[in-house]
Nanobody, 123 residues
């Protein structure tokens, strides 16, 4: 079992930056690929970014490529999402998740989920 707790979400102006954190506890964090997803009101949850267990490979949704950066610190059992040049369209609840696969973009590939953190970008 892996427990995930997100933090760092807040209200920010368009063009601003935020860093989300996801702290993991339970089974060995380094065994899992990690992902970030988001869900805007009235929309389905969508993939944002993923990172391999070692942190050596990452993959991003086209909508955030070049603006968001996923990283992890296995010594701290934490994964991060650095978000820059934020847009109102980035407003959503952001979730982190853990997968037993090497990397994954599909929701169904993830075994554990956090409760989410709200990011609101004002225009």
């Amino acid at each position: 079992q892996v427990q995930l707790v997100e933090s760092g979400g807040e209200l920010v102006q368009a063009g601003g930056s935020l860093r989300l954190s996801c702290a993991a506890s339970g089974r060995s964090f380094r065994n899992y690929a990690m992902g970030w997803f988001r869900q805007a009101p009235g929309k389905e949850r969508e993939f944002v970014a993923t990172i391999t267990w070692s942190g050596g490979s990452t993959y991003y949704a086209d909508s955030v490529k070049g603006r968001f950066t996923i990283s992890r610190d296995n010594a701290k059992n934490t994964v991060y999402l650095q978000m820059t040049s934020l847009k109102p369209a980035d407003t959503a609840v952001y979730y982190c998740a853990a997968s037993g696969l090497r990397m994954a973009t599909m929701l169904s590939s993830y075994d554990y989920w956090g409760q989410g953190t709200q990011v609101t970008v004002s225009s």
